[in-house]
């Protein structure tokens, strides 16, 4: 009886172990309600991939978006890596610009790169959106929404000749949006205060890695950088007075110095739905 025990006992915790270490991909939907949209628009978000590989040309990632049938793909930015051979970061952007309407903004680790000039280049010759304070009017199934976008604020160090992100924040505040939704596609979700004071309606982000090791049910994230323990905006939809942040946990699966411990890597779904 005791064996018995005693291999159950291990058992749960060789189980225990696989889950905590479970490297799959996972899909995560969010549903944003708005009186602003008069049907479905559908958007897939794409952060800190920092060019992972997910099958040959990315397929395990097209596969996911394909059944989703977006509107617009997102990338929030870290989708290159200053680390890491990035030709897995290029294959995703050509064919998502190829297949999708794409946006993107810059990630803290694409400055790091010392290599920001080139993936702007790139990106724009495979016809992909690069936000850095503009904004652009999607029109979609009957809707106009306002996608815009502002650089990580590693910008101020690293281009101190271009704006600023919060310059680049201010223009987005600035444009003619005539009662579109509007979208703020950044990198760091710890600004959201600064997002939402300066009229979108949400804001899209990642960085936070949803926290790095997580504890389900007790503990949404132990560690975050910018947030530090315990963060507040690890991963999930975050109500801001009546305005929602999403954070994405991000792609990232094969180059952190730490393991994601129950916290898999995470492609993210965005529906924006007519109210009632």
């Known amino acids: 009886m005791r064996k018995k025990i005693w291999l159950i006992i291990l058992l749960g915790m060789i189980l225990i172990i696989f889950s905590a270490l479970d490297k799959r991909l ?9 009186s602003k ?16 590989y997910y099958g040959e040309n990315q397929e395990e990632l097209f596969e996911k978006i394909a059944k989703f049938h977006p509107d617009a793909v997102l990338m929030g930015g870290d989708i290159f890596d200053d680390m890491m051979d990035n030709q897995n970061a290029r294959i995703f952007a050509k064919q998502s610009a190829e297949q999708y309407k794409t946006y993107y ?23 992909v ?5 503009g904004c652009d009017r999607l029109e979609t199934r009957g809707n106009c929404i ?11 160090r690293y ?15 600035d444009t003619e949006k005539h009662g579109d939704f509007t979208l703020l596609l950044a990198h760091r979700p710890e600004l959201a205060e600064e997002y939402f004071a300066h009229g979108v309606d949400a804001a899209l982000s990642g960085h936070a890695h949803g926290g790095q090791f997580r504890i389900p049910l007790l503990l949404n994230g132990f ?5 530090g323990f315990f963060p507040e905006l690890a991963g999930g939809m975050y109500d801001f007075d009546g ?7 991000g792609l990232s699966d094969e180059n952190s110095q730490l393991p994601r411990i129950f916290n898999r890597p995470e492609l993210v779904f965005v529906t924006l739905t007519p109210v009632g």
């Open 159 to 173: 281009d101190p000749t271009y704006l600023s992100w919060q310059k680049q924040l201010e223009q987005v505040e």
């Open 243 to 249: 305005r929602t942040l999403i954070v994405s946990r």
């Open 146 to 156: 306002c996608i815009c976008g502002v650089d990580d604020p590693e910008v101020n």
């Open 129 to 133: 959106s690069v936000l850095r304070g």
């Open 37 to 52: 949209v008069t049907s479905e628009v559908r958007l897939a978000l794409v952060t800190d991939l920092h060019s992972c």
């Open 26 to 34: 996972r899909v995560v939907e969010y549903e944003i309600e708005t």
């Open 223 to 227: 560690y975050a950088p910018n947030q």
């Open 105 to 127: 903004v810059s990630g803290n680790h694409e400055w790091w790169s010392g290599e920001m000039g080139e993936v702007f280049a790139y990106l724009k010759a495979c016809g």
